[in-house]
């Protein structure tokens, strides 16, 4: 369209005219509409509620696409009642059976107040209709009360303040009697995906809920705790919840926690309090870990020979050996180098030639693939071992254990959470034996718990360490850095005879420089002289805001990287686009962390084909990509389990709330081919310093000691 008469304007009414594009299942449309002035627009935006016909105030910016020219971008929405014949007739006829020549009868019949009289009476009214007759009849009802209902929340919602995109997350969860719930309990929207307890809070207090009401209290007490699980911990001890509390509240909320404790809400143990689900989980997988600890050996095999190995092992990489065919439960660590791979391998090489199955997972499928790769052996995901399934969950469990595995072996178990490590034990069969291996050294899991790190903390499982870099791997500069800052010391930066020259290390003071720098590495220095593609390189930053965050470079690189690439409509990406899964989508077999590119759309089915790094190609709906982020640049924490061939990594005293030795240890572990850390000394400085950002509350060490 020709540019509008005010393009400045933050405040539009329009009359819908058509529905040019609706998100299935989701928020994002493009509408046709008309102006009180008669100009014809295009709004775009959390619209997909709103039918032809239907009038709204929406509220926003005008915005000029490249291809479609203005359009009016709304963020806010305020439906209206229909008032002209043509947009009664346009709601009318979206009522089950009433049709387009029923709406026109109704409106001829009853005028302008024609909502209002089959408000009164549905069904006497729409059994009227010409066409309907008894049949029919009950059907049209539940679709006008049903739409009303609907229509409802979403008034009621807009009027509070709730944004529009979320009241179209509440709309699509709501049952029968949403409104009335959500006027009595506002604090129930909580459990509706992507809204918080501020949105929920606003709702509540524009109702009048008191600061001090049992209920605002309560809800408090749950969410803070909930914050602490997205720190990693599994409870709080009482000071800091009621800490946490008054904080998030404004007031005190201490008298309330007995009251949630004998309700069986949250537990109080001693001192600690949690989630009943998070006690219950955290408790369930000690018991689960010392049931295998205590059971006898369930293998047996007679050839027990290091001849058996397709290499010569070393005493502690064959100890790894006896302690899987020894016990039902055991552990391997080790930093890079020292041969954690080849000790699995070794473990492969002896239960085949014993003829037991062995069965091989990794939390990410980039990670399965390396193990496959190292071991000779098939390897999955977890969640494909567990077999998830749409709707119900893992379908393996206690009652229906993991088949065809006389040993499993579970690789980069740092990355094991509370929850997945307590599916998973459950699931282990009666004989099966089971060896974790992974780094504690590097990040904790995203989710609650740092499950590794206190199994071995709980000094009753037996555990290998492997501590001898060998040969091969300490020739790799990466290596070298990688067990130097480790150990809090400097990297080496300077290769020897024989050295691979594959970690760089340059200084740089000027942000706007390492900015710069950063991009034109990732974007043409190294892919040009390692000879792979941009999308082989990968830009690992500790934050999200500021101007070398990962927002930032992710706008710089896309920009130089894929300026051109046709938009998705529904979504802020392009065709081409290099993304992030940010959630686990069980239903779509995308896990969180995994990373690929979006290399097609389908207009007639609303999907896009997601090509992921470890050679699937998944068909995902347009709603799919809610939970994807763009990934030129991410986060340390998502990278973990995955292997890739160049990293860079820019180092700032920005990131200082961030900087610690695991996670510059973890960033440069990422790589395959090359590291680059490119950044203010002083920054290194601050990370070789510090050990971790800080201590998870767990019980899971003390639980099985």
Request: with cysteine; proline share 5%; charged share 25%.
């Amino acid at each position: 369209m020709s540019e509008p008469a005010d393009p400045d304007a933050r405040l539009l009414a329009v009359e819908v005219t058509a529905v040019r594009y609706r998100v299935p299942d989701g928020d994002f449309a493009v509408l046709s509409g008309l102006t009180e002035e008669g100009d014809e627009v295009t709004v775009t935006g959390p619209l997909a509620h709103l039918q032809a016909g239907e009038s709204a105030e929406v509220g926003g910016q005008w915005r000029r696409h490249a291809k479609h020219g203005w359009q009016f971008h709304a963020t806010k929405v305020r439906v209206l009642e229909p008032v002209s014949s043509q947009a009664l007739i346009a709601y009318l006829s979206s009522i089950k059976h009433v049709g387009k020549r029923g709406a026109a009868w109704l409106v001829d019949q009853h005028g302008e107040g024609v909502l209002a009289v089959v408000d009164a009476d549905p069904r006497s009214a729409l059994a009227q209709v010409p066409g309907i007759g008894r049949q029919k009849v009950g059907a049209a009802v539940r679709s006008w009360e049903d739409q009303g209902e609907q229509r409802a929340i979403r008034l009621f919602l807009e009027e509070h303040g709730v944004p529009a995109a979320a009241a179209g997350r509440v709309v699509r969860h709501a049952g029968p009697g949403a409104l009335d719930e959500l006027r009595a309990d506002p604090y129930a929207l909580t459990e509706v995906e992507g809204i918080g307890f501020a949105t929920a809070d606003a709702l509540a207090q524009a109702l009048g809920t008191a600061p001090d009401a049992p209920g605002r209290l309560d809800a408090g007490l749950v969410h803070a705790l909930q914050l602490a699980e997205s720190d990693g911990h599994c409870f709080l001890p009482r000071a800091e919840l009621m800490t946490r509390a008054e904080r998030l509240l404004g007031t005190d909320a201490g008298h309330r926690l007995d009251a949630m404790v004998l309700a069986g809400r949250l537990v109080l143990e001693e001192d600690r309090v949690a989630e009943a689900r998070m006690f219950n989980t955290e408790r369930k997988l000690a018991r689960l870990v010392r049931a295998l600890v205590d059971d006898e050996p369930q293998l047996r095999v007679k050839k027990r020979d290091r001849a058996l190995t397709s290499f010569v092992p070393t005493d502690a990489q064959w100890a790894v050996v006896t302690n899987v065919l020894g016990h039902r439960l055991s552990i391997l660590t080790g930093l890079p180098g020292t041969g954690k791979s080849a000790s699995m391998r070794a473990l492969v090489d002896v239960l085949r030639a014993n003829k037991r199955t062995v069965r091989l997972a990794a939390p990410t499928g980039k990670a399965a693939r390396r193990l496959a790769e190292s071991t000779g052996a098939d390897a999955t995901t977890i969640h494909r071992l567990l077999e998830w399934a749409p709707g119900e969950g893992f379908t393996r469990d206690e009652f229906s254990p993991i088949e065809g595995a006389d040993v499993l072996v579970v690789d980069e178990a740092s990355m094991l959470g509370v929850q997945l490590a307590c599916a998973l034990m459950a699931a282990i069969g009666p004989r099966t034996h089971v060896l974790l291996v992974g780094d504690p050294d590097q990040l904790a899991p995203v989710g609650p718990g740092r499950v590794l790190e206190d199994l071995i903390d709980a000094g009753s499982i037996p555990t290998v360490r492997l501590t001898e870099i060998f040969r091969q791997a300490a020739r790799s500069m990466i290596v070298r850095a990688a067990h130097a800052i480790n150990a809090g010391q400097h990297p080496p930066t300077t290769p020897g005879d024989g050295d691979i020259h594959d970690f760089f290390l340059i200084a740089r003071d000027d942000p706007s420089r390492i900015f710069a720098e950063v991009c034109d590495l990732a974007a043409e220095r190294l892919p040009r002289h390692y000879g792979v593609q941009a999308h082989e390189v990968q830009v690992l930053a500790p934050m999200h805001k500021g101007p070398l965050g990962i927002d930032a470079f992710n706008a710089a690189l896309r920009a130089r990287l894929n300026p051109h690439g046709e938009p998705v409509p529904g979504t802020p990406f392009r065709l081409g686009d290099r993304v992030l899964q940010t959630r686990n989508n069980h239903d779509e077999e995308l896990m969180n962390g995994e990373l690929g590119v979006l290399v097609s759309f389908d207009r007639e089915r609303s999907t896009v084909v997601f090509a992921a790094d470890d050679g699937r190609r998944l068909r995902l709906p347009v709603r799919a990509t809610e939970t994807l982020r763009l990934a030129h640049a991410i986060s340390v924490h998502k990278a973990q389990g995955s292997n890739m061939g160049v990293v860079v990594m820019p180092l700032t005293r920005s990131h200082h709330v961030m900087l610690t030795r695991n996670l510059v240890y973890t960033a440069l572990t990422r790589a395959s081919l090359a590291a680059v850390l490119l950044g203010e000394p002083a920054a290194l400085e601050v990370a070789l310093g510090r050990r971790d950002a800080h201590l998870r509350h767990t019980r899971l060490a003390a639980l099985v000691a």
